[in-house]
């Protein structure tokens, strides 16, 4: 069982910065695909940023320019840094952990909330 937990969450004003960090347990091997998503109150859960061990990162639109997402592939940490924070970040950001066929899985971590004042 794969154990992710989030850590950096908080509140900032606007044009701030802050980084999540997630670190997965349970697993010795690299996890092929690791990521962040987010849910803001009354909408659905997003897509911010995914990274492979390997190739192209993918992020959301609205975050391109502003968020970067690392990983330590031996530690099979993740991390988010987020810089020029708008009050549309405020949201719960959940750390995201896959791997594909033949042998699937993914896993979620209980998320850390996001607050951007205006």
């Known amino acids: 069982q794969v154990r992710l937990v989030e850590s950096g969450g908080g509140e900032v004003q606007a044009g701030g910065s802050l980084r999540l960090s997630c670190a997965a347990s349970g697993i010795i091997v690299s996890i092929p695909m690791m990521g962040w998503y987010r849910q803001a109150p009354g909408k659905q859960r997003e897509l911010v940023a995914l990274?492979?061990?390997?190739?192209?990162?993918n992020y959301a639109d609205s975050v391109k320019g502003r968020f970067t997402i690392s990983r330590d592939n031996a530690k099979n940490t993740v991390y988010l840094q987020m810089n020029s924070l708008k009050p549309e970040d405020t949201a719960v950001y959940y750390c995201?952990?896959?791997?594909?066929?033949?042998?699937?899985?993914?896993?979620w971590g209980q998320g850390t909330q996001v607050t951007v004042s205006s």
């Open positions: 990274m492979p061990t390997s190739g192209s990162t």
């Open positions: 995201y952990a896959k791997r594909g066929p033949p042998i699937e899985w993914n896993y």
